[in-house]
């Protein structure tokens, strides 16, 4: 039972990652209706941030997150002007391209300012706690209590504020939106300065149990596209859902079967699904 427990700790801890980036990311294709590629370097982009406040500039960890957070936001809404908004009337593919574009630019960036080696985040939160007889670190047990109550107070917004719901009017029907009076603009800048925050504070969240490292948002932006498209496109719901899915997949999978095969299980289980759910496990999008 200890060692089950822990899986579900391990599973609990990866899915909350994995769910905030896949959040940032179908809100972010709800309002674009197209995938944004470069969401894995916001991820990245938001690593290296707080490495950066706590590490070189002293600041403790939580004003660390809150700094990468910000400038990650900042980021995301200078992509949104200077690349996807030129964009707006373009094809699809155009978007596609251009994200792959800001994806490399952002590593290439990275990797000029802080080198090709690998870091680790430093955290406070070394400690282990006991659970019923089993042990517990408390740098995971943040994470997952961090991650759900950043969905809670994502859930709230998008239900209980006027901005809020201008994001989920515009990813319902963006032409409609314009005609009562909601500027599309300012709705694209604030979703993807949401989507910005999400992803860097998930890096945060993880980086000191993980590495830092300029293409460490593949991965991660690999299985956050499994998850929308396993949740179903522009789903909150189905972000979440599908991230705790996949989270559990890999722990259970891990443990039982062989870490080998970890990364691959996300993959299979998204064909076994679609198989038998093509339109994903939710259909009705942001609504």
Do not use: C
């Amino acid at each position: 039972m200890d060692l089950f427990f822990q899986q579900v700790l391990n599973g609990l801890t990866l899915g909350g990652i994995y769910s905030l980036v896949a959040l940032g990311l179908t809100l972010v294709y709800g309002i674009l209706h197209v995938p944004n590629f470069a969401h894995g370097a916001f991820y990245m982009a938001g690593a290296y941030a707080a490495f950066w406040l706590i590490t070189a500039q002293g600041f403790n960890y939580w004003v660390g997150m809150a700094g990468a957070a910000v400038a990650v936001a900042l980021i995301a809404v200078l992509a949104e002007r200077l690349v996807f908004h030129p964009l707006r009337d373009a094809p699809g593919l155009h978007h596609m391209i251009a994200a792959i574009g800001l994806l490399l630019f952002l590593e290439a960036g990275a990797q000029a300012v802080w080198g090709a080696d690998f870091h680790r985040l430093p955290t406070p939160y070394t400690g282990i706690v006991e659970i019923g007889g089993a042990t517990a670190p408390v740098q995971r047990l943040m994470i997952v209590g961090a991650a759900f109550a950043l969905m809670v107070a994502l859930h709230l917004f998008l239900k209980k504020t006027v901005m809020g719901s201008t994001i989920i009017a515009m990813a319902q029907n963006r032409q409609g939106a314009a005609l009562v009076g909601i500027d599309p603009n300012r709705v694209a800048m604030l979703t993807f300065a949401i989507s910005g925050v999400l992803a860097a504070v998930a890096a945060t969240l993880y980086a000191p149990i993980n590495l830092i490292y300029p293409a460490m948002g593949h991965l991660v932006i690999t299985k956050a596209f499994v998850i929308i498209i396993l949740g179903g496109m522009g789903s909150v719901p189905g972000a979440i859902v599908g991230g705790l899915i996949i989270g559990f997949a890999e722990s259970f999978g891990a443990f039982y079967i062989s870490p080998d095969y970890k990364d691959i299980i996300a993959f299979a289980l998204l064909v076994v699904i679609l198989s038998f759910r093509p339109e994903g496990l939710f259909t009705k999008g942001v609504r």
